[in-house]
């Protein structure tokens, strides 16, 4: 499997971007899928979560903020982020989750006046 994420950029604070990753080689929809960052100087996190069956969970500074979803039929998973706070500043990742496949190019999200 091959994941390749983008839709970044540059955004102000209170801001939107969605986020997509799409995946070849075979179809992601057997395994939960997650989004996962990796701010300057920190560790990749995960960061949102869906399952095979559409359950989604988040980790608590993103509630409210970030939406998962999945299209089957595309094989694609997307990231809705809302209200951008600078602190979302990362380099952006899809993974399955838990981790599985290699780690594909992620995308950046800067969020800065």
């Known amino acids: 499997v091959q994941l390749q994420a983008s839709g970044g950029g540059l955004a102000q604070p209170g801001g939107s971007l969605r986020l997509s990753c799409a995946a070849s080689g075979r179809p992601l929809m057997i395994n939960s899928m997650g989004w996962y960052r990796q701010a300057p100087g920190k560790l990749r996190e995960l960061v949102a979560s869906?399952?095979?069956?559409?359950?989604?969970n988040y980790v608590d500074s993103v509630k409210g903020r970030f939406t998962i979803s999945r299209d089957t039929a595309k094989n694609t998973v997307y990231l809705q982020i809302n209200s951008l706070k600078p602190e979302d500043t990362a380099v952006y990742y899809c993974?399955?989750?838990?981790?599985?496949?290699?780690w594909g190019q992620g995308t950046q999200v800067t969020v800065s006046s």
């Open positions: 993974n399955s989750n838990p981790i599985y496949w290699p």
């Open positions: 869906v399952t095979s069956g559409g359950s989604t």
